[in-house]
């Protein structure tokens, strides 16, 4: 089993900047890979981006491209979202996620608002 507990949500205002944490317990040599995915009200959960636990080798969703970074410590089982120039529509619950292979997300968080007014 893998533990995974979000951090760092809030509110900031559109053009503004957030830095998600997940920091990630237990089984963590089973992870092949971690992301960060959102749900927005009456909307369905989506990929937001991705990394390789072994060779950060990253993946994003067309609509952060250029503005959001992620990234991990190996040391201390984290991964991180860096969000720049935010959006209204970029307001969501933002969910960490792990899995033993690529894109078969087996853990995941609680997650943790993000939302971005106008």
């Known amino acids: 089993q893998v533990q995974l507990v979000e951090s760092g949500g809030g509110l900031v205002q559109a053009g503004g900047s957030l830095r998600l944490s997940c920091a990630a317990s237990?089984?963590?040599?089973?992870?092949?890979?971690m992301g960060w995915f959102r749900q927005a009200p009456g909307k369905e959960r989506e990929f937001v981006a991705l990394?390789?636990?072994?060779?950060?080798?990253?993946d994003y969703a067309d609509s952060v491209k250029g503005r959001f970074t992620i990234s991990r410590d190996n040391a201390k089982n984290t991964v991180y979202l860096q969000m720049n120039s935010l959006k209204p529509e970029d307001t969501a619950v933002y969910y960490c996620?792990?899995?033993?292979?690529?894109?078969?997300?087996?853990?995941w968080g609680q997650g943790t608002q993000v939302t971005v007014s106008s």
């Open positions: 237990g089984a963590t040599d089973s992870v092949y890979a």
């Open positions: 990394i390789k636990w072994s060779t950060s080798t990253t």
């Open positions: 996620a792990a899995g033993p292979m690529l894109r078969r997300w087996t853990y």
